[in-house]
């Protein structure tokens, strides 16, 4: 008589890893890039608080628009990472899974060094991706970093820090329903 159970080895091979960490590489720069999510997140706060003065002077609006664009490929990096990371099973008994920590560690090595790729970083760069994303590595305390590194990026106006806050929490949700779209399409299919 049976269970209804049935039990399935799931172990991903290495190049489907390294496959998949290179899916969600391209997609990841696909969304920052070919979206203009940046731009598009910059210019609403500039245009919904009628803030066009912060464009000036044109060499540190490029900086402050460069170094928030960092911090959201590392936050979106980290995202990804640890989603995709997730989706790896040694092993499946009917609804139980049990997690390959080895896989997701290989996903997420080449998760960054395929994302370094694609964004055409030197060596050193490249390496310190991972390590910079820690930044986010405490789930509790990640929106709040981010908003918190966003705000004065976005409006180094004092008496505009809290709605600077506010759109960079808005932001880092934006981001999180990226990582759980790019993560999907590059796990569509498997089970």
């Known amino acids: ?22 899916q969600a590489a391209a997609r990841v720069v696909g969304h920052l890039e070919g979206e203009r999510l940046i731009p598009r997140f910059i210019d609403s706060y500039i245009m919904g608080f009628d803030r066009k003065h912060l464009k000036s002077p044109p060499d540190e609006f490029i900086a402050r628009s460069n170094q ?11 995202l990804v990472a640890e989603k995709a990371g997730g989706r790896f099973f040694r092993l499946r ?13 290989r996903f997420r090595e080449k998760f960054w060094q395929a994302l370094a ?4 970083l030197d060596a050193p760069a490249a390496a310190g991706l991972p390590g910079e ?15 918190q590194q966003v705000a ?9 820090k809290d709605k600077a806050e506010h759109a960079g929490q808005k932001f880092y949700e934006a981001l999180d329903k990226v990582a759980e779209q790019v993560t999907t399409r590059v ?3 498997s089970v």
Do not use: C
């Not at 008589?1 to 960490?21: H, V, Y």
């Not at 004065?152 to 505009?160: C, E, G, H, S, Y």
């Open 152 to 160: 004065p990026l976005l409006d180094p106006t004092p008496q505009m």
């Open 187 to 189: 796990f569509a299919g």
């Open 93 to 105: 008994l009917g609804p139980l899974r049990l997690a390959d920590g080895s896989a997701a560690a």
């Open 68 to 78: 928030l664009g960092r911090l959201a490929l590392l936050l979106l990096g980290r």
């Open 133 to 147: 994303a820690e930044q986010y590595g405490d789930a509790a305390a990640r929106a709040a970093r981010f908003r």
């Open 1 to 22: 008589m049976g269970t209804g159970l049935e039990w399935q080895a799931m172990g991903a091979s290495a190049d489907e890893i390294d496959q998949r960490a290179r």
């Open 117 to 120: 790729g694609e964004l055409k």
